[in-house]
């Protein structure tokens, strides 16, 4: 009995031992399956994240620039204070209101145009700058850039620009960078650009290429009217206008200058084709410093008047006042005009009537020109030339470059070769928005690539889940044979 007893206990204890041996493998075939299922999906999610991070990463390796492509982007790139940015394609900015682009980074126009800027207001940030006496002023920049740190920027060329600026601090204005903090500015065109300044501060000034700073200037060729309007009779201000730019110490290099310069001033006047004043500051630089002002031309005039009794009315074709004798100077040539007046109740503009009277002349763009209008007063024969057009292109057929959001917020771009110049053309397409064949092909391509990767995504998903299941299958089928042998264990021993 005791025999028959323990036995019997022999095999409770080994059917409870196959029932808890089922229990494990079948809680070990569940556990596999899980981290099975998870690990195959986790490269999945991971593939597409690394993808991304690894794709900008890769951008950045193989092209060190941002591409700019679209006004669009331009205005998104300008919320970022440094960086690397190329253009890669003209741009026409009609209808934005820019705001001057405080940065610092590299800027590379790639030989390419922006049309038609238009600023209105001053830049963000301040710089410190210096007047004759070296007094500091908390100053603002209005241009395409309105603080430029550092920075570096190449081949731009702004076309038909108006920068229009009334304030009562002080500011600097110009086409390329109102202000300018040690940085170069190379192999630009400056053409038909328009800037004035009305001010009432003690310190200001326009300049042709910068306003005010420090740096290089190389190799640029600008076609500016700068005007200056000072609206403050009483205070003594001290006023700068200058071809390349107004004050400072940049250095110019291989510069070509047309300047058509107004200046209303009731304080002290400094005017030049080149340059308003040069000056380096701080004082301890000024004592060491070496410069270079080098094979530059100046053709224009400026006209001016100082309403001041202790009068100084500096300009020059080269200089207009110059602080410090610190650079080497050759090669300049000039076919300049210093143009004085004396009636003080006239503030001067290029309009020389009071009530200008103009017609229009449409130029059409060709594949290799812009488009531009041409205004000229019938009254006192003021003319000048603005409203640009890109280039007029011949595209059969576009692709995708970048694809559309799936809001109108961010726009696509597709890109395609003109048939007559055989450039490269890039335009925007509306997100969500079928506007004619060619985007309406566009947004099938973009549809099949869309279910062309869902259905390569839900391939993969269903070999994971096959493959899974057949896992688990073969676990079964191991836990059963076990099992079996188990259980002919059990009965001979019954």
């Known amino acids: 009995m005791r025999y028959n007893q323990t036995a019997k206990d022999a095999n409770i204890s080994e059917e409870r031992g196959i029932k808890m041996f089922n229990k494990s493998i079948i809680k070990k075939a569940a556990a596999i399956a899980a981290v099975i299922l998870a690990v195959t999906a986790l490269p999945t999610n991971m593939t597409k994240a690394d993808t991304q991070t690894s794709g900008s990463t890769v951008s950045q390796t193989t092209s ?73 002023y908390k100053t603002y920049g209005a241009g395409f850039f309105g603080v430029l740190t550092g920075a570096k920027v190449t081949g731009l060329d702004i076309y038909g620009a108006r920068i229009e600026i009334t304030t009562t601090e002080p500011c600097f204005a110009a086409p390329i960078a109102g202000l300018a903090d040690d940085s170069d500015i190379s192999d630009c065109i400056i053409k038909d650009t328009y800037v004035s300044l009305t001010d009432s501060a003690k310190m200001w000034g326009t300049g042709g290429i910068a306003g005010f700073g420090s740096g290089n200037l190389d190799n640029i ?89 202790d009068r100084r009315a500096y300009c020059q074709a080269n200089m207009g006042e110059v602080m410090n004798w610190t650079y080497a100077y050759s090669g300049f040539t000039s076919d300049f005009k210093r143009n004085e007046t004396y009636d003080y109740s006239v503030t001067l503009l290029p309009e020389m009537c009071s009530n200008p009277s103009y017609t229009d002349v449409v130029t059409e763009a060709t594949a290799s ?125 019954r």
């Open 64 to 136: 060190e620039y941002t591409e700019i492509r679209t006004a669009s982007e331009l205005v998104e790139a300008a919320k970022s204070a440094s960086g690397n940015y190329k253009l890669m394609t003209d741009i026409d900015m009609t209808g934005v209101e820019w705001t001057p682009w405080d940065f610092s980074g590299t800027f590379d126009g790639n030989g390419h145009s922006i049309l038609n800027l238009s600023v209105k207001t001053v830049s963000k940030k301040t710089m410190k700058t210096y007047d004759g006496n070296r007094k500091e």
């Open 221 to 309: 060729t600008t076609d500016v009217t700068l005007v200056c309007v000072d609206t403050d009779a009483a205070v003594r201000d001290e006023q700068f206008m200058g071809g390349a730019y107004a004050a400072g110490f940049l250095n110019i290099r291989n510069c070509s200058i047309t300047i058509d310069g107004y200046d209303s001033d009731h304080g002290y006047v400094h005017d030049g084709g080149l340059v308003g004043m040069y000056m380096v500051y701080p004082l301890e630089l000024s004592k060491t410093y070496q410069g270079e002002v080098l094979n530059n031309k100046v053709k224009g005039m400026i006209t001016f008047f100082e309403d001041n009794t």
């Open 369 to 493: 020109d812009f488009g531009y209008t041409t205004h000229t007063c019938s009254t006192c024969g003021y003319t000048y030339s603005d409203t640009y057009t890109i280039h007029e292109h011949k595209v059969d057929s576009y692709s995708v470059v970048k694809e559309a959001a799936s809001t109108d917020k961010k726009d696509g771009i597709e890109a395609g070769t003109c048939s007559l110049c055989n450039q490269t053309v890039y335009r925007e397409y509306a997100a969500n928005v079928v506007t004619d064949d060619n985007t309406q092909a566009t947004d099938n391509k973009a549809s099949g690539t869309a279910v062309k990767k869902g259905m390569k995504e839900s391939t993969a998903v269903f070999a994971v889940i096959l493959v899974v299941i057949v896992i688990v299958i073969i676990i079964t089928v191991v836990m059963m044979v076990q099992n079996n042998k188990r259980k002919r264990r059990y009965n001979r021993r």
